[in-house]
């Protein structure tokens, strides 16, 4: 979240949806992130595999302005993560 970086997840299922509860914004307008509800973690690796291969066919143009469009979840998520991690007494870049 701190390096400004869209995001799949390797991980259990519904892993999206916790992050998404805990206010954080995912990348479903350029990721089917249809994964996270996949409860067989066989199917679940396919599903993020199949879209890692997507991206990985696409042009270094196309990725550019796939980054470009979600700028703004990027900002969001950098400032939500900062905030929260405020509030813990946590405190990054001093």
Excluded: W
Excluded at 1 to 12: A, E, N, W
Excluded at 24 to 38: A, G, L
Excluded at 75 to 91: A, R, T
């Amino acid at each position: 979240m701190i390096y400004f970086q869209p995001f799949l997840v390797f991980g259990s299922a519904y892993f999206l949806k916790y992050l998404k509860k805990m206010g954080y914004k995912t990348f479903d307008s350029i990721i089917d992130e249809s994964y996270d509800e996949e409860e067989d973690n066989d199917k679940r690796f396919n599903m993020v595999t199949d879209e890692i291969n997507c991206l990985c066919k696409m042009s270094i143009d196309e990725v550019h302005d796939i980054y470009l469009r979600v700028q703004d979840v990027l900002k969001y998520n950098y400032n939500h993560f900062l905030s929260e991690h405020k509030v813990m007494g946590i405190e990054f870049f001093k």
